[in-house]
């Protein structure tokens, strides 16, 4: 089965992207502590900040955890 936000969210880790998903009282967000690459930036901008609201936090589902300690970017 195909997953279009959980495809997104691959090829904006795929370009280097950096952000994590932080999931509060099940409001989900993602922060950008360390900066994207040029490329993984410009995929965001393009292809996942102008969803809606509710399909960007979708996308934002399938990035790794803050909670998540292996996938932070400080744990790399």
Known sequence: MEN???????????LGGRRVAVIDDNLGSSRDWDGDPPDAAKFWKERIASLSDR?????ESFLPSL???SDEPAAR
């Open 55 to 59: 399909e960007r936090r979708d996308v």
């Open 4 to 14: 279009g936000s959980k495809n997104l969210a691959d090829e904006y880790r795929r």
């Open 67 to 69: 909670d998540d300690e």
